[in-house]
């Protein structure tokens, strides 16, 4: 199948989707849910096989911790799904309504986006996030994953096809795309005939290459070159289990703290405390000259090294003088995706929340927490961090559009 004939088949299954009854997107997400269980066994095996693949060409640490399925992975996928299918349906929500003078009843109305494209790297549990958000959102998906979890993507979406025929509805309600190469990506950029928006989800190459290449309308996401800054007043094992938790809970994560910023009056209490703690889990630490100076073992950062999203055990570490280089510095080198200050002083905080420019802002709080399930959305289908349209964790709400509904009874315009 021609990725042509692929975008055909989701624009008309798109039809189908449109005007589903809220009960019937919910009880397929259910059973969708189900089957992932009951399919465990094939899943996991196809995954094993692309985790050995993977391995054997050399991939190792945050990419393959990316890739890898076990029981809890696929348990929480499907979690995932059911608690899409409790959250409200946004289609069919009524914006906002006005009558005018003449009176022409306007109504701004949630509407499916139709058909929304994803192109993502090695992260099997976006397959089922987007099925799942796009369906109840009205809208179908067809998605291009990278080469390493072909075949998990695939056993995972055959699943759902079987639960959508089961239930009378089209399997092109959701697709993967069994090409992995790039030509396919690219051709995928240029399907604007059939795709209504595209969501990148992986790496700063592959989100910068949609974003200039593409002629389908693009949601830029995920690039998180994330700061926590450790204020004067802080409390320092509050800050500890904070950096701690946003570095190495997860670190190939877009949400993972790539860079620690630590007030001077706290370099000879909390550096030590913390850089004795991230050595312990392995973190290899890149800092100034003060850090080197005081933290054995610490490379020396460079001008490259403050403006990287690592995905993996390295945290780049500056000693600034106050909340205003702290500040400065993420301005200048924050991808506008999650940012932190741990501090006692409220003016401080307030001050951090409003001055500093990203999608979520944390006040004594990891960034860690910048996840749509943890934000209450059931999922998300990404984070985006532009401005237009959507911001921050995206749900359901922001995988509609509006249309405007005008009622009237005869009236022309003189």
């Known amino acids: 199948m021609t990725l042509q004939e692929?975008?055909?088949?989701?624009?008309?299954?798109?039809?189908?989707?449109?005007?589903?009854?809220?009960?019937?997107?919910?009880?397929?997400?259910?059973?969708?849910?189900?089957?992932?269980?009951?399919?465990?066994?094939?899943?996991?095996?196809?995954?094993?096989?692309?985790?050995?693949?993977?391995?054997?060409?050399?991939?190792?640490?945050?990419?393959?911790?990316?890739?890898?399925?076990?029981?809890?992975?696929?348990?929480?996928?499907?979690?995932?799904?059911?608690?899409?299918?409790?959250?409200?349906?946004?289609?069919?929500?009524?914006?906002?309504?006005?009558?005018?003078?003449?009176?022409?009843?306007?109504?701004?109305?949630?509407?499916?986006?139709?058909?929304?494209?994803?192109?993502?790297?090695?992260?099997?549990?976006?397959?089922a996030d987007a099925f799942g958000l796009c369906f109840k959102a009205g809208s179908a998906v067809l998605l291009r994953g990278g080469k390493e979890a072909i075949a998990t993507n695939k056993a995972i979406v055959s699943v759902f096809q079987k639960v959508l025929e089961d239930m009378g509805l089209p399997k092109a309600a959701v697709q993967i795309v069994q090409d992995t190469s790039r030509e396919t990506a690219?051709?995928?950029?240029?399907?604007?005939?059939?795709?209504?928006?595209?969501?990148?989800?992986?790496?700063?190459?592959?989100?910068?290459?949609?974003?200039?290449?593409?002629?389908?309308?693009?949601?830029?996401?995920?690039?998180?070159?994330?700061?926590?800054?450790?204020?004067?007043?802080?409390?320092?094992?509050?800050?500890?289990?904070?950096?701690?938790?946003?570095?190495?809970q997860r670190p190939g994560v877009c949400n993972a703290c790539e860079s620690l910023l630590i007030h001077e009056s706290l370099q000879d209490s909390f550096l030590p405390m913390i850089a004795e703690?991230?050595?312990?889990?392995?973190?290899?630490?890149?800092?100034?000259?003060?850090?080197?100076?005081?933290?054995?073992?610490?490379?020396?950062?460079?001008?490259?090294?403050?403006?990287?999203?690592?995905?993996?055990?390295?945290?780049?570490?500056?000693?600034?003088?106050?909340?205003?280089?702290?500040?400065?510095?993420?301005?200048?080198?924050s991808t506008g995706h999650s940012e932190a200050i741990v501090t006692e002083h409220t003016k401080n905080a307030e001050r951090f929340l409003q001055e500093v420019d990203a999608a979520a802002v944390y006040v004594n709080a990891s960034t860690r927490f910048t996840d749509g399930g943890q934000f209450g959305l059931g999922a998300e289908i990404g984070i985006s961090t532009q401005k237009l349209h959507a911001r921050g964790p995206m749900g359901l709400k922001e995988l509609t559009t509006t249309k405007y509904m005008i009622y009237g009874d005869g009236q022309i315009r003189i």
């Open 6 to 127: 692929m975008g055909q088949a989701a624009k008309d299954a798109a039809v189908a989707l449109a005007t589903l009854p809220t009960a019937t997107k919910n009880a397929v997400l259910q059973k969708a849910a189900d089957a992932l269980l009951i399919a465990k066994e094939q899943i996991l095996a196809e995954n094993k096989k692309d985790v050995q693949t993977a391995v054997t060409a050399g991939i190792k640490g945050a990419f393959i911790d990316r890739l890898t399925l076990d029981e809890k992975r696929l348990a929480d996928m499907a979690n995932g799904l059911r608690e899409v299918a409790a959250l409200n349906d946004p289609v069919g929500k009524i914006r906002s309504i006005n009558t005018l003078e003449n009176g022409l009843v306007i109504k701004q109305v949630s509407v499916p986006m139709g058909v929304i494209g994803m192109i993502f790297e090695a992260r099997p549990n976006v397959t």
């Open 186 to 248: 690219s051709e995928m950029m240029r399907l604007d005939k059939y795709l209504d928006l595209l969501i990148p989800r992986g790496g700063a190459g592959l989100i910068q290459t949609v974003v200039q290449n593409s002629t389908v309308p693009v949601i830029q996401t995920g690039v998180g070159n994330c700061h926590v800054y450790v204020d004067a007043s802080a409390d320092l094992q509050k800050a500890v289990n904070i950096v701690l938790n946003a570095k190495t």
């Open 277 to 333: 703690a991230l050595q312990q889990k392995q973190v290899e630490l890149r800092g100034d000259a003060t850090v080197c100076q005081k933290v054995a073992g610490t490379v020396q950062a460079t001008e490259q090294d403050w403006a990287t999203e690592y995905a993996d055990y390295i945290l780049s570490v500056r000693v600034v003088k106050n909340i205003d280089e702290a500040i400065a510095h993420i301005r200048k080198y």
